[in-house]
C-alpha cells in the first residue's frame, strides 16, 4: 500500500527566503506526482505534475523535482511572498483507477 | 474553460440522514473523482468514475455511492450518515495526461 510522508508539516520563514518541502513516498512504481496548494478551507489548486519519466517541472517560482528510484521529490520556492502562505500536499498515482494518495501537507506561513 | 464546480457549498445534516453533493467536471473531462478530506490530513480516494461506471475505489463502505451522467458530471450520496462523516468533500476531473483538477468542495458538518 502506498505511504506519502511530508516533512515538515509546518514552516514558518520570513518573507524573501527561498524554502524546500519534502515529500517522500513509498511505492516507487508511480506514474506520477502532483503538488497542490490549498489555502483554509478550500479546494485544491494544481501547482506542478511531474511525470514519472520526467526529473523536474519548473513554473514561476516553483520548481519540483522527482527522484523515483528514491522515493523522493521537492518543491522548491523562490523568493518567498506572504500570498504563497497556505497548505502545500504532495500526491501520487500508479496511473490506474485507485486515485490519488496523499501526504497531510505542509503548512506554510511566510511572515511579512 | 469552465473549471470543476460543487454543490452546495455548506451542508449540516444529522445523524442517520443522507445527503448527495454534486460535481460538474472540466469541460473535456471523462472522469470523476471523489475524496474526502478530514481537518487537518490530506484528501482520502472514495472512487472513481469513468464513462458512468465505477472503476475504482478506496477503503470506504458500500453507503457511500456515486453516480456518473452523461455530460460527465457526478453525485456523491452518503447513507446513514456518521459523526465521522464530517469532513471537506473534494471532487476532480481528470485530463488525459491523469492531471487531476479540484473543485472547491463541499463542507459536510453531521450533528
Known amino acids: 500500500k502506498q505511504e506519502v510522508t511530508q516533512i515538515p508539516a509546518a514552516l514558518s520563514v520570513p518573507e524573501g527566503e527561498n524554502l524546500v518541502l519534502n515529500c517522500s513516498f513509498t511505492?516507487?512504481?508511480?506514474?506520477?506526482l502532483q503538488w497542490f496548494r490549498q489555502d483554509p478551507g478550500k479546494g485544491l489548486t494544481s501547482l506542478l505534475l511531474?511525470?514519472?519519466?520526467?526529473r523536474e517541472q519548473t513554473s514561476g517560482r516553483l520548481n519540483a523535482s522527482l527522484d523515483k528510484s528514491s522515493g523522493r521529490s521537492t518543491l522548491y520556492i523562490a523568493a518567498s511572498q506572504p500570498g504563497d502562505s497556505a497548505t502545500y500536499l504532495c500526491?501520487?498515482?500508479?496511473?490506474?483507477?485507485?486515485?490519488?494518495?496523499f501526504g497531510k501537507g505542509t503548512h506554510l506561513i511566510i511572515q511579512p | 474553460e469552465t473549471g470543476v464546480t460543487q454543490s452546495p457549498t455548506h451542508l449540516i445534516k444529522t445523524r442517520g440522514q443522507q445527503v448527495t453533493l454534486r460535481c460538474s467536471s472540466q469541460?473535456?473531462?471523462?472522469?470523476v473523482s471523489w475524496y474526502q478530506q478530514a481537518l487537518g490530513q490530506g484528501p482520502q480516494f472514495i472512487f472513481q468514475?469513468?464513462?458512468?461506471?465505477?472503476?475504482g475505489r478506496g477503503n470506504f463502505p458500500p453507503r457511500f455511492s456515486g453516480l456518473q451522467f452523461p455530460n460527465y458530471s457526478s453525485e456523491l450520496n452518503v447513507n446513514a450518515l456518521e459523526l465521522d462523516d464530517s469532513a471537506l468533500y473534494l471532487c476532480?476531473?481528470?485530463?488525459?495526461?491523469?492531471?487531476?483538477?479540484f473543485g472547491p468542495g463541499t463542507r459536510l458538518t453531521v450533528l
Open positions: 469541460s473535456g473531462h471523462n472522469t
Open positions: 476532480a476531473s481528470s485530463s488525459r495526461i491523469n492531471e487531476q483538477f
Open positions: 500526491a501520487v498515482t500508479d496511473g490506474g483507477a485507485d486515485g490519488l494518495t
Open positions: 511531474i511525470q514519472s519519466s520526467q
Open positions: 468514475y469513468y464513462r458512468e461506471e465505477e472503476n
Open positions: 511505492d516507487s512504481a508511480i506514474y506520477n
